[in-house]
RNA sequence: GGAGAGGUGUCUGAGUGGUUGAAAGAGCCAGUCUCGAAAACUGGAAUAGUCGCAAGGCUAUCGAGGGUUCGAAUCCCUCCCUCUCCGCCA
């Protein structure tokens, strides 16, 4: 959410900014509403200071033992009229607020302008696709001969998308969690570990609320929503607080299932592992002091690139352009494995900088020493890394002719296995 | 799930309808004193909205949301949370 005030000051840059993301401009409205809005503040704050005034009188007349009766007869027009008031003064505000909710974050202005994912800029690679003298087979093709990913007792138990992991698909999963975290750690990241179900409010937090609220299974029974990703349970964890400047950065490596309903997304590209409805993912969380942040999101990007150099897996970095990178970013990086057995790059982590989207929705502030004043600080996540996609790339690529995958050497003291077969 | 108690500012804690944005103490910041520190003393200090060039004014905020009243931290209702006991249970 942006600041209405912020709004008000700096319509053109707001206005650009919408049509750079290609959403709805309510921005007229917004500011229509917000004219109303201050009108009637003014009138009922005026009618508020005139009752509090004639109230205090009335307890000094009732202390001095006179009547009062004729000055609480003149008070009940009053009385009414700011009921009027603050019953139009709530449909107002919350139009407002519900157009506000439309308006999205405005991209950062080294953010190439664009619409379509072919906008979107390549700005680094790494690491040499694997080559062989024999067919590259995708990963659900290896992990079936293997059984050690179950897709069909998984659509039996719960549903396409949920699959179970068997024998040492489980071990490297359970590898690459404790690998991801121990790099984590070693990094500056505090590990926690969160509720994979929120509240309301925390939903809208994050901004999973309202805009994307198809996306979350709901346990309706107990108004509980399943996380699709930690980012919402552990940017939440400092909801309504003020962190000393001193102590910032904060960052946060949280592990968790992830479950995402994906309603409407089938087809050959959602093979396998390649989307799923749980997985698993380690979530990197960053707030930071504003001055900070864009270092902050390139630190965070180093930090997800060093996972996928460790692990040996060719990947590429994108710049999301303007009209790809979603409602709530400044800016945006994907970075994209490939798969050498689909010859496809799939996405494996998302770093983003909210500046004060989310802080301003969460209240989350630190206590600036300039101003000596509570401002909010800048949010940051970046997946460190989503799990199933990894998964079928280091299948994929590190496949051999018989079929077998070789564990990558940095994985094996998880794995105490170096071969998968 | 059942029964009870409770939620007040950074903390402890007073306050059951009328200058209570809120006593008191602690802590914090500044100053006086001191060679310096401690102690003592003096002063300062909430957040948001709104009006104003500003100084500053006004409004709201005592878990959240409603209600009663001329007036609510104080009374009523709903919800949330914490604690104690019981039940159930990984």
Redesign the pocket.
């Known amino acids: 959410m942006l600041?209405?005030?912020f709004i008000r000051e700096n319509t053109d840059i707001v206005k650009k900014g919408i049509i750079a993301k290609r959403c709805e401009d309510n921005i007229d409205a917004i500011l229509a509403l917000?004219n109303q809005?201050?009108t009637l503040?003014?009138e009922?704050?005026?009618l508020?200071?005139?009752?509090?005034?004639?109230?205090?009188?009335?307890?000094?007349m009732?202390?001095a033992g006179q009547d009062?009766a004729t000055?609480?007869e003149e008070?009940?027009s009053?009385?009414s009229r700011?009921?009027q008031i603050d019953e139009e003064l709530?449909t107002v505000e919350e139009k407002l607020e519900e157009l506000l909710l439309t308006v999205p974050n405005i991209p950062h202005p080294s953010v190439p302008v664009g619409s379509t994912p072919e906008d979107n800029k390549t700005i680094f690679e790494w690491g040499e696709h694997p080559k062989a003298d024999f067919p590259l087979k995708p990963h659900w093709e290896i992990t079936s001969k293997l059984g050690i990913i179950d897709f069909d007792r998984g659509s039996k138990v719960s549903g396409a998308g949920f699959p179970f992991y068997v024998g040492k698909a489980a071990t490297l999963q359970r590898a690459l969690i404790n690998f991801f975290l121990d790099q984590a750690a070693e990094h500056g990241y505090v590990e926690l570990q969160a509720p994979i179900v929120v509240n309301k409010d925390s939903a809208r937090g994050t901004g999973q609320i309202p805009d994307k609220e198809d996306m979350m299974y709901v346990a309706t029974r107990d108004e509980l929503y399943m996380i699709p990703t930690a980012e919402v349970p552990v940017t939440n964890f400092h909801r309504k607080e003020t962190f000393e400047e001193k102590d910032l950065p904060v960052k946060y490596a949280g592990y968790t299932p992830c479950f995402r309903r994906e309603a409407g997304s089938y087809g050959k590209d959602v093979r396998g592992l390649n989307r799923l409805h749980q997985f698993d993912k380690v979530e990197l969380v960053k707030f930071v002091h504003p001055s900070t942040s864009y270092d902050e999101l390139e630190s965070l990007r180093a930090d997800a690139e060093r996972l996928l150099q460790l692990l040996g897996l060719p990947y590429r970095v994108l710049l999301m352009c303007t009209g790809d990178m979603g409602f709530t970013q400044t800016k945006k990086y994907d970075l994209e494995v490939w798969a050498a057995g689909q010859q496809k790059w799939l996405e494996v982590s998302s770093c983003s900088n909210f500046e004060t989207f989310q802080s301003r929705r969460m209240q989350i502030?630190y206590?600036s020493r300039e101003t000596?004043?509570?401002e909010f600080v800048h949010t940051l996540n970046g997946s460190g890394l989503a799990l199933p996609r990894i998964v079928a790339a280091l299948i994929e690529n590190n496949q051999t002719p018989e079929g077998k995958v070789i564990v990558p050497k940095v994985l094996q003291q998880y794995t105490r296995f170096a071969v998968i077969e």
């Open positions: 600041d209405l005030k917000d809005r201050r503040i003014g009922g704050e005026g508020k200071a005139k009752r509090n005034e004639v109230s205090a009188k009335v307890g000094a009732k202390k009062a000055v609480i008070m009940n009053v009385k700011i009921q709530k502030k206590k000596g004043k509570p």
